[in-house]
């Protein structure tokens, strides 16, 4: 057994050399060092399996990751932050249960009592096996007054028809006194639930606000960080952003599960803005890095945007269900334990060192004055500030329309989720043909359409189909304008990627701060639907100027740098005016020792890659 290991992983090193030979050259030092040989000696061979990391594929795989887990943290809030936000407003939940009482015909007092203890509220009365209801009568608990959809009457069974069921079971008649005490007793129990809904309608409605202003803290503050990130990779290279942007959004994770006010869950918001930022702008430069063909560039986005719709698609129902029937700290916790994974994943993949760009990058200002970069960032911006206003906003209206629980709030974004992962990977290659402006144009056109179909539904079936029109939407614009800003730097600017993907992920930070802060105002102001109206407004008056976008000119027309450098792409029949047709070798990639593998020009020469 002892020399079976080591024969099967050489050959399995064997094999994954020979895969790094197909595409990716291995030129490691012929001349091995004395620590290598040491390594090589001690685990018989076992070292060489670090090849496998140096795949392309392997660098778009932890973007991936790094997406989903973050999007996971961004949206596993939906359902728990409104129902968590409204207990911790109910401080003296006490005096709460008396005001709830006071308000109630004296002659109905003796149906109910306080309860101090987590039990169900206005429990069923059951009849004993007498004739009459047990005494004592239904329980208000002062610690969970606020626990969504407890108090409605429609959802629970007739106790005049139990009681009625429970007493022709027994063989017995139905006396005047059970049958008046019964009645009474369901008048009081609307009463009391009439009221209750009267005390939650009047606190919720500053929830509105602070949920908005929480849920907009990690785009602003993601705003703000990333004019820093991007210039930052053109110094450093991209793996020590990267994996800082880990070890951040670990730690908001930790906070966001034990922290129990809204000041400390508003600090683990914003500090997760920080993590993005890094983990954004990174991964995407990293992978307009390792792809340079634009067509294959346009399937890794496509890869990489689903990582972001499954952590979308995954973290609503997620955390509403893990909230409802375990605790709060529950799916924080599982979310923590698998970014600890990912940060070991960018450990030995990455190697995070500093190793600067060969070329100096076009500044943040001079990319700000490209007309074209600005239409491909509004898109960007009106595309996602519909579904950003709908996050904190329509769980609390299917709270009050439709009587919703917490799991159904977070399972209203699945149809978006699932559709958006469908349009990301759909419209990714399909884009490159048909014109990445033309696919834009189309999705905003179809964001306008949904939102105003929204606020007209009444069940929570009807949310399905708007829902899933709008996620698919936006993943047609994601999908078309993120590899297009990469193109945009090929063809106009310096191909260094890092401040251009910076003001992309600012673009859509800006429709995620934006849309919270104003929904929470316009909700109260004009209102639920109007509020949707206006965005979608906004959206379908934009979506012409996405048509600019067909055909892009070049820095230089004859002097592009994407001919220049023979390592652009395909260009479809709506973005080329030059070299229709023409289809250009992706370079060979000099991986060498491939654990510390780092795409920037920097860190091909660090490792010796070239």
Same mark, same amino acid.
Request: glycine share 10%; hydrophobic share 45%.
């Given at each position: 057994?002892?020399?079976?290991?080591?024969?099967?992983?050489e050959t399995v090193s064997f094999q994954c050399m020979q895969?790094?030979?197909?595409?990716?050259?291995?030129?490691?030092?012929?001349?091995?060092?004395?620590?290598?040989?040491?390594?090589?000696?001690?685990?018989?061979?076992?070292?060489?399996?670090?090849?496998?990391?140096?795949?392309?594929?392997?660098?778009?795989?932890?973007?991936?990751?790094?997406?989903?887990?973050?999007?996971?943290?961004?949206?596993?809030?939906?359902?728990? /932050?409104?129902?968590?936000?409204?207990?911790?407003?109910?401080?003296?939940?006490?005096?709460?249960?008396?005001?709830?009482?006071? +308000?109630?015909?004296?002659?109905?007092?003796?149906?109910?009592?306080?309860?101090?203890?987590?039990?169900?509220?206005?429990?069923?009365?059951?009849?004993?096996?007498?004739?009459?209801?047990?005494?004592?009568?239904?329980?208000?608990?002062?610690?969970?007054?606020?626990?969504?959809?407890?108090?409605?009457?429609?959802?629970?069974?007739?106790?005049?028809?139990?009681?009625?069921?429970?007493?022709?079971?027994?063989?017995?008649?139905? %006396?005047?006194?059970?049958?008046?005490?019964?009645?009474?007793?369901?008048?009081?129990?609307?009463?009391?639930?009439?009221?209750?809904?009267?005390?939650?309608?009047?606190?919720?409605?500053?929830?509105?606000?602070?949920?908005?202003?929480?849920?907009?803290?990690?785009?602003?503050?993601?705003?703000?960080?990333?004019?820093?990130?991007?210039?930052?990779?053109?110094?450093?290279?991209?793996?020590?952003?990267?994996?800082?942007?880990?070890? /951040?959004?670990?730690?908001?994770?930790?906070?966001?599960?034990?922290?129990?006010?809204? +000041?400390?869950?508003?600090?683990?918001?914003?500090?997760? +803005?920080?993590?993005?930022?890094? %983990?954004?702008?990174?991964?995407?430069?990293?992978?307009?890095?390792?792809?340079?063909?634009?067509?294959?560039?346009?399937?890794?986005?496509?890869?990489?945007?689903?990582?972001?719709?499954?952590?979308?698609?995954?973290?609503?129902?997620?955390?509403?269900?893990?909230?409802?029937?375990?605790?709060?700290?529950?799916?924080?916790?599982?979310?923590?334990?698998?970014?600890?994974?990912?940060?070991?994943?960018?450990?030995?993949?990455?190697?995070?060192?500093?190793?600067?760009?060969?070329?100096?990058?076009? %500044?943040?200002?001079? #990319?700000?004055?490209?007309?074209?970069?600005?239409?491909?960032?509004?898109?960007?911006?009106?595309?996602?500030?519909?579904?950003?206003?709908?996050?904190?906003?329509?769980?609390?209206?299917?709270?009050?329309?439709?009587?919703?629980?917490?799991?159904?709030?977070?399972?209203?974004?699945?149809?978006?989720?699932?559709?958006?992962?469908?349009?990301?990977?759909?419209?990714?290659?399909?884009?490159?043909?048909? +014109?990445?402006?033309?696919?834009?144009?189309?999705?905003?056109?179809?964001?306008?359409?949904?939102?105003?179909?929204?606020?007209?539904?009444?069940?929570?079936?009807?949310?399905?189909?708007?829902?899933?029109?709008?996620?698919?939407?936006?993943?047609?614009?994601?999908?078309?304008?993120?590899?297009?800003?990469?193109?945009?730097?090929?063809?106009?600017?310096?191909?260094?990627?890092?401040?251009?993907?910076?003001?992309?992920?600012?673009?859509?930070?800006?429709?995620?701060?934006?849309?919270?802060? /104003?929904?929470?105002?316009?909700?109260?102001?004009?209102?639920?639907?109007?509020?949707?109206?206006?965005?979608?407004?906004?959206? #379908?008056?934009?979506?012409?100027?996405?048509?600019?976008?067909?055909?892009?000119?070049?820095?230089?027309? %004859?002097?592009?740098?994407?001919?220049?450098?023979?390592?652009?792409?395909?260009?479809?029949?709506?973005?080329?005016?030059n070299n229709v047709g023409t289809t250009r070798q992706i370079?060979?990639?000099?991986?060498?020792?491939?654990?510390?593998?780092?795409?920037?020009?920097?860190?091909?020469?660090?490792?010796?890659?070239?």
């Open positions: 057994m002892r020399k079976l290991a080591p024969t099967l992983i895969v790094n030979r197909m595409g990716y050259a291995d030129v490691d030092n012929p001349e091995e060092d004395p620590k290598e040989a040491a390594m090589r000696k001690l685990t018989g061979g076992a070292h060489r399996l670090r090849g496998c990391f140096g795949d392309r594929r392997m660098i778009l795989f932890i973007v991936f990751v790094a997406l989903f887990l973050d999007n996971m943290l961004l949206t596993i809030i939906v359902p728990i /932050i409104p129902d968590f936000l409204l207990e911790l407003s109910a401080e003296n939940k006490t005096s709460m249960v008396q005001d709830l009482l006071s +308000g109630i015909n004296e002659s109905c007092a003796v149906f109910f009592r306080e309860d101090y203890y987590k039990r169900p509220r206005l429990s069923n009365v059951w009849a004993s096996r007498g004739h009459a209801p047990t005494q004592g009568g239904a329980m208000i608990s002062a610690n969970r007054v606020f626990d969504t959809g407890t108090y409605e009457i429609e959802r629970r069974s007739d106790e005049f028809t139990a009681f009625t069921q429970y007493l022709a079971r027994q063989n017995e008649n139905l %006396s005047q006194y059970s049958q008046a005490y019964l009645t009474e007793l369901r008048g009081c129990r609307e009463m009391a639930s009439e009221r209750l809904n009267q005390m939650r309608r009047s606190a919720a409605g500053d929830e509105h606000i602070q949920i908005g202003v929480m849920f907009a803290s990690k785009s602003v503050v993601q705003l703000l960080i990333n004019p820093m990130i991007g210039p930052l990779t053109n110094k450093i290279g991209y793996s020590i952003p990267m994996f800082s942007g880990f070890m /951040i959004m670990f730690v908001s994770t930790v906070v966001f599960a034990f922290g129990g006010s809204y +000041g400390v869950l508003f600090f683990a918001r914003a500090l997760q +803005g920080v993590g993005s930022a890094c %983990s954004s702008v990174s991964g995407m430069g990293m992978l307009a890095t390792v792809y340079p063909d634009d067509k294959e560039r346009s399937r890794a986005f496509s890869w990489a945007l689903s990582g972001l719709a499954m952590g979308v698609l995954v973290g609503p129902p997620f955390g509403g269900i893990l909230y409802q029937f375990i605790n709060k700290e529950a799916p924080f916790l599982i979310l923590a334990t698998l970014a600890l994974l990912d940060g070991i994943l960018q450990l030995l993949t990455l190697r995070p060192a500093v190793r600067p760009e060969e070329q100096r990058g076009t %500044s943040l200002a001079k #990319l700000l004055q490209d007309p074209y970069i600005l239409i491909a960032a509004g898109s960007l911006t009106f595309g996602n500030m519909g579904i950003a206003m709908l996050e904190p906003s329509l769980p609390l209206w299917m709270w009050e329309r439709m009587h919703a629980e917490g799991w159904e709030q977070g399972a209203a974004f699945l149809p978006c989720s699932v559709s958006y992962l469908i349009g990301t990977n759909i419209f990714g290659p399909l884009a490159h043909r048909i +014109g990445r402006g033309l696919s834009a144009g189309i999705g905003m056109v179809i964001v306008g359409v949904c939102l105003i179909a929204i606020p007209f539904a009444t069940m929570n079936e009807h949310l399905i189909v708007p829902m899933f029109g709008l996620g698919f939407a936006i993943g047609m614009v994601d999908s078309s304008m993120m590899p297009i800003m990469g193109y945009l730097v090929d063809l106009r600017h310096v191909a260094v990627y890092g401040s251009v993907y910076a003001i992309a992920d600012v673009a859509f930070c800006l429709g995620y701060a934006v849309g919270p802060i /104003i929904s929470g105002g316009m909700v109260q102001t004009v209102g639920f639907g109007w509020m949707l109206w206006t965005i979608s407004i906004v959206c #379908l008056v934009y979506s012409p100027l996405t048509l600019f976008l067909r055909n892009p000119p070049g820095r230089d027309e %004859s002097k592009a740098l994407v001919d220049k450098k023979q390592d652009g792409g395909e260009k479809n029949e709506w973005e080329a005016s370079p060979t990639i000099q991986l060498g020792s491939t654990l510390g593998y780092d795409p920037t020009s920097g860190g091909r020469q660090t490792y010796g890659y070239e």
